[in-house]
């Protein structure tokens, strides 16, 4: 009796905890990807600063050298680098800086184009970076068929410009035949010919005895 109340307590606590785990990792998600969303991933930062502020102002300067674009300090909520440092590698650490809105990263990844001395992307989840690396060669394949192609998070957007619309349509309803010639306008040649012409084919049986004027 004791065994079997013990298999019962077990059997409701791992539903339980199981129930509790399907309903919170949804939520922890979503709140981690909320965390990201303020966020730039920067690289290409020199490591040469000894504090946060000093890194906080190598960040403003590269960001207003390429792109124009002010940051005030109340703006950034966070930033630091990644990983630890390697004293035998040369290799730089990028920076998340997280701001306090999302309309200043927008600002700065939209203007991302314009990069001369670093780079920037959006801080992305683990999966999300797998599945855009396994999108990139198919974004590639579309872009050289002249679509309209980018990566939106981890979905490949698709869009067919008008040129290639276009075509498709003179293709399809009017199809190419080498030995196809325009018709020409023999009326509108010359007007005596013309004159001619229209004369032999109202009379017919006298075409024999016209004399034409040339």
């Known amino acids: 009796m004791q065994n079997r109340s013990a298999e019962l307590k077990d059997s409701i606590r791992k539903s339980i905890m199981n129930s509790t785990d399907e309903t919170l990792i949804p939520i922890v998600e979503e709140n981690k990807e909320a965390g990201r969303s303020n966020n730039i991933v920067v ?25 124009n674009i002010d940051i005030i300090n109340n703006e950034v909520n966070k930033i630091h680098r990644i990983g630890k440092k390697d004293p035998e590698s040369n290799k730089l650490r990028p920076v998340i800086c997280s701001f306090v809105n999302n309309w200043k990263k927008n600002e700065i990844i939209k203007s991302k184009k314009n990069l001369k001395n670093i780079y920037i992307m959006e801080d992305y989840s683990k999966e999300a970076l797998k599945k855009r690396k396994e999108l990139q060669t198919k974004l590639v394949e579309e872009r050289n068929k002249g679509s309209i192609a980018y990566l939106k998070y981890d979905e490949l957007i698709i869009k067919e410009n008008n040129t290639s619309q ?14 196809t010639q325009p018709k020409k306008n023999l009326l509108c040649s010359h007007p005596k010919q013309t004159e001619q012409m229209l004369l032999i084919k109202c009379d017919p049986d006298r075409t024999s005895s016209l004399t034409f004027l040339m």
């Open 166 to 179: 276009e075509k498709r349509k003179r293709d399809m309803s009017t199809p190419f035949s080498p030995n």
């Open 43 to 67: 690289f290409g930062i020199e490591e040469k600063e000894k504090s946060t502020i000093e890194l906080l102002r190598e960040l403003k300067e590269n960001i207003k050298q390429d792109f």
